[in-house]
């Protein structure tokens, strides 16, 4: 089961690769050399994919993540045009420190997803991650209380991300 | 018509690159200079790919570039995180005119960083 | 058009070699050294435009994987100096 999800990943991203679809009709030859070699990256690593292959083929679970992709596409926006207005600012306006925040999340991918996520929140970068507690740098800083600064910096991709890991 | 919207994108990454380059220019300490510039640099590429794949359509060129955009937005905040964190235990002093740093005061989980 | 684009972003590239040769830490050479090559991707987008072959942007794919891999490399470098201190 691993191994037939990791094989599927690996031939879509073959197929972006070479992109076979010619004007003089369909490559062949490299679609055939994509699946004899995802098979044998199947295989062989996919024993260190992931744990719980059966959640791959759950269709809600693309819907949100489909949902997730626009809220992180418009945070990394905000973010943008945050720091452009801040590092073209005259004075400067930035009052750096670091907080410490709190999730619900209990899988590991589903952490790591977050903190990568929060790397892209508006003047957020995550310094270091112990158990369930994140300590964030912002650039900016709003809030220094723990439960404020969840609820501003986490709540929006937790709520999501949690539809998708858990 | 489409290539002229390329363009459009093209002229707004290279500008967001150029911001963030003045950044790390500008910027007073390690910290800030990560995140402001990494985020504007990576909206600015992640444009110019986007008007790459709106100029040269589904094509060899437009399926390798998409590819592109989506290698760069997982990789750069891994790398802002990672960098972060060692520079952290490397010792990098934070701008003196910093607010708060719970990190510190929770002594506990540096302790374990270092155990680990 | 995009010459002047490839200009442009060629001063910015020099903004980044020019933190990298005056940045006072390790650390600060390490973000710059990513920053550039991020924006290298952008060179490799761009050559793809204005000759219209589809290599450069091959290159410039493996380059951002290796530079990932790079500064993965460099920041382990980083921590393993902070134990010995």
Same mark, same amino acid.
């Given at each position: 089961?691993?191994?037939?999800?990791?094989?599927? !990943?690996?031939?879509?991203?073959?197929?972006?690769?070479?992109?076979?679809? *010619?004007?003089?009709?369909?490559?062949?030859?490299?679609? +055939? +050399?994509?699946?004899?070699?995802?098979?044998?990256?199947?295989? &062989?690593?996919?024993?260190?994919? $992931?744990?719980?292959?059966?959640?791959?083929?759950?269709?809600?679970?693309?819907?949100?993540?489909?949902?997730?992709?626009?809220?992180?596409?418009?945070?990394?926006?905000?973010?943008?045009?945050?720091?452009?207005?801040?590092?073209?600012?005259?004075?400067?306006?930035?009052?750096?420190?670091? +907080?410490?925040?709190? *999730?619900?999340?209990?899988?590991?991918?589903?952490?790591?997803?977050?903190?990568?996520?929060?790397?892209?929140?508006?003047?957020?970068? *995550?310094?270091?991650?112990?158990?369930?507690? &994140?300590?964030?740098?912002?650039?900016? &800083?709003?809030?220094?209380? $723990?439960?404020?600064? *969840?609820?501003?910096?986490?709540?929006?991709?937790?709520?999501? !991300?949690?539809?998708?890991?858990? | 018509?489409?290539?002229?919207?390329?363009?459009?994108?093209?002229?707004?990454?290279?500008?967001?690159?150029?911001?963030?380059? %003045?950044?790390?220019? @500008?910027?007073?300490?390690?910290?800030?200079?990560?995140?402001?510039?990494?985020?504007?640099?990576?909206?600015?590429?992640?444009? %110019?790919?986007?008007?790459?794949?709106?100029?040269?359509?589904?094509?060899?060129?437009?399926?390798?570039?998409?590819?592109?955009?989506?290698?760069?937005? %997982?990789?750069?905040?891994?790398?802002?995180?990672?960098?972060?964190?060692?520079?952290? %235990?490397?010792?990098?002093?934070?701008?003196?005119?910093?607010?708060?740093?719970?990190?510190?005061?929770?002594?506990?989980?540096?302790? @374990?960083?270092?155990?680990? | 058009?995009?010459?002047?684009?490839?200009?442009? =972003?060629?001063?910015?590239?020099?903004?980044?070699?020019?933190?990298?040769?005056?940045?006072?830490?390790?650390?600060?050479?390490?973000?710059?050294?990513?920053?550039?090559?991020?924006?290298?991707?952008?060179?490799? #987008?761009?050559?793809?435009?204005?000759?219209?072959?589809?290599?450069? =942007?091959?290159?410039?794919?493996?380059? #951002?994987?290796?530079?990932?891999?790079?500064?993965?490399?460099? #920041?382990?470098?980083?921590?393993?100096?902070?134990?010995?201190?």
């Amino acid at each position: 089961m691993k191994r037939l999800v990791l094989a599927l !990943l690996s031939f879509i991203v073959w197929i972006l690769l070479i992109w076979p679809f *010619t004007a003089y009709g369909i490559d062949w030859q490299g679609i +055939i +050399i994509g699946i004899f070699s995802s098979i044998i990256v199947g295989i &062989l690593f996919g024993d260190a994919f $992931t744990d719980s292959p059966h959640r791959f083929f759950e269709i809600r679970r693309y819907l949100w993540l489909i949902y997730f992709i626009f809220v992180f596409v418009w945070s990394f926006l905000e973010a943008s045009f945050d720091f452009a207005y801040r590092v073209l600012h005259p004075s400067l306006p930035i009052k750096p420190g670091i +907080i410490k925040v709190k *999730t619900k999340l209990k899988k590991r991918a589903g952490i790591a997803m977050l903190a990568n996520s929060i790397g892209f929140a508006p003047g957020a970068v *995550t310094v270091e991650v112990v158990g369930d507690t &994140l300590y964030i740098h912002m650039a900016c &800083l709003k809030y220094q209380d $723990t439960d404020e600064a *969840t609820a501003y910096v986490v709540r929006r991709f937790e709520r999501i !991300l949690e539809r998708i890991f858990e | 018509m489409r290539e002229t919207i390329g363009y459009l994108f093209m002229f707004i990454g290279v500008v967001f690159d150029a911001i963030g380059c %003045i950044g790390l220019i @500008r910027l007073p300490d390690l910290y800030n200079r990560l995140q402001a510039s990494l985020k504007c640099v990576a909206m600015g590429t992640s444009f %110019i790919l986007l008007g790459t794949m709106i100029i040269a359509g589904f094509s060899p060129v437009g399926a390798k570039a998409f590819l592109c955009l989506l290698f760069v937005l %997982i990789i750069s905040p891994t790398t802002e995180h990672a960098l972060a964190r060692a520079s952290y %235990i490397a010792g990098v002093k934070m701008w003196e005119k910093s607010t708060v740093d719970r990190l510190k005061e929770d002594n506990v989980a540096r302790e @374990r960083i270092r155990v680990e | 058009m995009i010459n002047l684009l490839i200009v442009i =972003l060629t001063c910015c590239s020099f903004l980044c070699l020019f933190r990298i040769a005056r940045g006072p830490s390790a650390s600060d050479r390490a973000v710059a050294i990513d920053i550039l090559g991020i924006m290298i991707v952008a060179f490799g #987008a761009f050559m793809s435009i204005k000759t219209g072959k589809e290599f450069y =942007l091959t290159t410039a794919l493996v380059w #951002a994987l290796l530079n990932f891999i790079g500064v993965l490399a460099l #920041a382990k470098f980083l921590e393993g100096k902070g134990f010995d201190d």
